[in-house]
């Protein structure tokens, strides 16, 4: 029962932060945002007892993938300073 | 095609496929169900090849070639993204300034550093035993070195990154999976077979090739996100295009 209550909940935050991230419009935001989906899903094949997913998930979902939109971001961004 | 055509073939399209999804939910075994008739053969086999951890069992020696294809693509990746960013001719090199630091920032990176790279490191000899292996402990690894960028600055990152040994061992990973595999056929089996002796269930030595492919997955992995993050980093930071210098 517990179990059935940990992975409800843990649905429930990637269904609230995947939402988030799509409702989010700024890059650099929503770079956070998906961080936060990838903690989520770690956390989900977690209780779902998939350790080996959940810690590929963490590195590749919450912290590369993330880092690269901030990197690319912050190209354009200065690009667009300098010609504007 | 004009857009109502076109709406009505995606229509159909997501139908058809909505109605086969549905139709293979129901033959799916019940939801947290212990009996698996997949899971259950792949347990019975990594028992009989001594290796702890199922997982690295199918990843490294049941299913190691789907391995090699995953490797080969992140690999792949990695390189046509080399290319696409690489500096070209209308592009300098920007030395950046050093950067000022929160001290309390530094002190989590320094404090989190080593930590993280020991995780890692654990993470991909462990494969065979326990959750996670080479590609999970790669990434950490990777993301440990990172932190110096979060905690110091750019110039500090560079100075422990050689990125041409990074590219080097990036190469090496691949190439000693592929040539781990070929070992399996010249001891008379199949390529990518389980050859070597299996060792004793649950100890570093066990699994007979799994930890060897999991170490080579763990180079490869760790040194090219490494890469790529050098790419997309240098992007970010170092490289400017001379546009308006020529106007």
Redesign the interface.
Known sequence: MA??ALVTLTLLFVAAAAGAAVLTRDPARQAVVLSLLGLGLALLFTVLQA??V???QL??GA??TP??IL??V??VR??RK??G | MTGRVRRWALAAGLAGTAALMVAAGTGLPRF?GDQHPYGARAVAASLRQQTA?T??SVNFDQRALDTLGEESILFGSVLGTVVLLRQTRDEHRVRPRPERVPAALRRYGAGLLPVTLLIGLY?VAHGQLS???G??GG??I??AL?LLYVGADYRALERIRPLGLFELVDGSGEAAYVLLGGAGLLAGSAYLANVLPHGTFNTMASGGTVPLLNAAVGLEVASA?VV??AH??D???EI??N??AHR
């Open positions: 179990d059935t350790p080996d959940g810690l590929s590195g590749v912290a590369v880092l690269m990197l690319t912050r190209k200065r690009r300098r010609d | 947290g951890n997982i690295s993470i959750p996670g292996g590609f999970q990434v950490v990777a993301t990172h996100v790529l993050l997309f980093l992007q970010a930071i400017t295009d546009r308006k």
